[in-house]
C-alpha cells in the first residue's frame, strides 16, 4: 500500500498548531494533570502540552509505527504506545487513569470491534459492521478518565448537524457535561479542507440545561458566545447555524409559511447527458445564462419556469449563487433546487435570496464535512423576511 493509501486507510490529517494552542488554552492542565491522546498521530495536539507538563505525564497511541519513532524522537520523555486504540484489550489497564484527553480521531468508518461490546449503553442506530469512528473514540475517551476527567475531541461536521447522529448527540449532551462546542475555520487541517467541530466535554453529569458554542476564526480570534439550550444542540450544534437564526430572528416568514415549495432535479447531470439533454447545474450559474436547458421530454414536476429561484444544493464554493428563471421549461439536476414561490412572494423570494443575507444564510444552514449540501427541511424553515 502506497503511502497516499495509508494516509486515507488511517485517517492522517494532522491539525494546525493554531487549533492545538487554542485546545491547550480551554482545556488548561494543572501541574499534576496526566494526559492522554489516543490518535497522536505527529503529535500535533501533544505540543503545547508538552511545554507544560513533564514528558512521562503524557501517553500517546498511535497504530502507525512510523509515526510512535516520530513521536519518540519529538518528545523523548513520554510514553508512546504502538498499538490500535480501538481494541479493548490493548488499551484496558489504560482506563480511569487520566485527568485530560485530546483526540482528533480518523474520520473514517469501522467495523465495530467485538471487544468493546459492553461499550455501548445504545446502539445509536449504527450500524455494527460500518460504525463511525469518532463516536467510538468519544466513548473510548470517556473510559480512559478519571471521575472529573476532561476530554477535547475533533469532531467531523456530520457529528454535529446530522441526523444519523441524533441519538449519539442526544446521549453525550444529556450524560456529560459540555463545557464548549467550538466550529473551527474552514482550512483548520493540513492538507484537507474539512469542517470539523472541537467539543470539550466533563466526564460529569450536566450541570446546567445550556452549551456554550463559539467559532475560531483563521486569525484565532473568537466570534461572541452563543449560549445554546441542550434541545436547540441536539438538533444542531453548530454555530454557523444558531447564529444565522439569531441573526434572523426578528424576520417573520419562511418558505413554509408562504406555502413555497422546494424541489431538486429528478436525475444527476451525467445521467440527463445520457439521455441528450441538458440540465441546469450547479456550475451553470456562473454564466448567467439560461438558455440551451429548455426541454419538453422531461415531466413537468421536475421543470423551471418564469419566476421560480434556483439555488445549489450541494458544493462548498458554488453555495452562494442563485438566480431567477426567466423561460418556462428549464431542466435542471439534482443538485439544484427549484423554489417556487406564490407569486405575490416571488419578488421577495428572490430579493433574499440574491442578497448577501441569502447567500450567507445558504452557507450557514449547508451541512457535511467536505462536500456541503443544503437540507430541503433546514431550508424550508429558515426565516428570510
Ligand atoms: C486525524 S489523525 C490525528 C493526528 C494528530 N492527533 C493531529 O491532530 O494532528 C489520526 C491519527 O490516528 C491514527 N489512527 C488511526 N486509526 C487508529 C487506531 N485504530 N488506533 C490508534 N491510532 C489510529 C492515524 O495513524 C493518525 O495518525
Redesign the pocket.
Known amino acids: 500500500m502506497n503511502q497516499l493509501d495509508v494516509k486515507k486507510r488511517?485517517?492522517?490529517?494532522?491539525?494546525k498548531s493554531k487549533v492545538?494552542d487554542y485546545i491547550c488554552s480551554k482545556l488548561k492542565p494543572g501541574e499534576q494533570s496526566s494526559m492522554i491522546?489516543?490518535?497522536?498521530?505527529?503529535?500535533?495536539?501533544?505540543e503545547p502540552y508538552y511545554q507544560l507538563l513533564t514528558g512521562e505525564r503524557i501517553t500517546a497511541?498511535?497504530?502507525?509505527q512510523t509515526?510512535i519513532s516520530l513521536l519518540n524522537k519529538r518528545f523523548p520523555e513520554i510514553k508512546a504506545l504502538h498499538?490500535?486504540?480501538?481494541?479493548a484489550r490493548k488499551i484496558k489497564h489504560l482506563f480511569k487513569s487520566y485527568d485530560l484527553a485530546?483526540?482528533?480521531?480518523?474520520?473514517?468508518t469501522?467495523k465495530f470491534p467485538m471487544s468493546w461490546n459492553s461499550l455501548l449503553e445504545a446502539s445509536f442506530h449504527f450500524s455494527t459492521l460500518k460504525y463511525p469512528?469518532e463516536v467510538l473514540f468519544f466513548l473510548i475517551n470517556m473510559r480512559l478518565l478519571n471521575e472529573e476527567g476532561r476530554l477535547a475531541i475533533?469532531l467531523p461536521d456530520r457529528v454535529l448537524t446530522g441526523s444519523k447522529y441524533y441519538e449519539f448527540r442526544k446521549f453525550i449532551f444529556t450524560t456529560f457535561q459540555i463545557c464548549s462546542i467550538t466550529e473551527l475555520y474552514s482550512n483548520a487541517?493540513?492538507n484537507t479542507e474539512v469542517k470539523c467541530h472541537v467539543v470539550i466535554a466533563k466526564k460529569t453529569k450536566p450541570e446546567g440545561s445550556t452549551i456554550n458554542i463559539s467559532k475560531l476564526n483563521e486569525n484565532g480570534a473568537l466570534d461572541p458566545t452563543i449560549t445554546t439550550n441542550i434541545d436547540d444542540c441536539i438538533e444542531r450544534s453548530d454555530y454557523s447555524y444558531h447564529k444565522s437564526i439569531l441573526d434572523l430572528c426578528c424576520k417573520k416568514n419562511s418558505l413554509e409559511s408562504i406555502g413555497a415549495s422546494i424541489t431538486r432535479g429528478s436525475k444527476c447531470k451525467s445521467a440527463f447527458h445520457r439521455e441528450g439533454v441538458r440540465a441546469f447545474h450547479t456550475d451553470s450559474f456562473k454564466a448567467k445564462k439560461q438558455n440551451g436547458y429548455k426541454n419538453m421530454s422531461v415531466d413537468n414536476i421536475h421543470k423551471a419556469n418564469k419566476g421560480d429561484v434556483l439555488i445549489p444544493r450541494v458544493g462548498t464554493r458554488c453555495l452562494q449563487n442563485a438566480t431567477m428563471v426567466t423561460c418556462n421549461d428549464l431542466v435542471f439536476s439534482d443538485s439544484v433546487y427549484r423554489i417556487r414561490a406564490p407569486q405575490e412572494h416571488q419578488n421577495k423570494v428572490w430579493k433574499f435570496f440574491s442578497s448577501s443575507a441569502g447567500k450567507q444564510l445558504l452557507v450557514s444552514i449547508s451541512k457535511g464535512v467536505s462536500a456541503r449540501f443544503v437540507a430541503k427541511a433546514d431550508l424550508l424553515r429558515a426565516q428570510i423576511f
Open positions: 488511517l485517517g492522517q490529517f494532522y491539525t492545538s491522546d489516543l490518535c497522536a498521530g505527529d503529535g500535533s495536539l501533544i497511541c498511535d497504530i502507525d509515526n498499538t490500535n486504540s480501538t481494541d485530546v483526540c482528533n480521531p480518523p474520520f473514517i469501522l469512528a475533533i487541517f493540513k
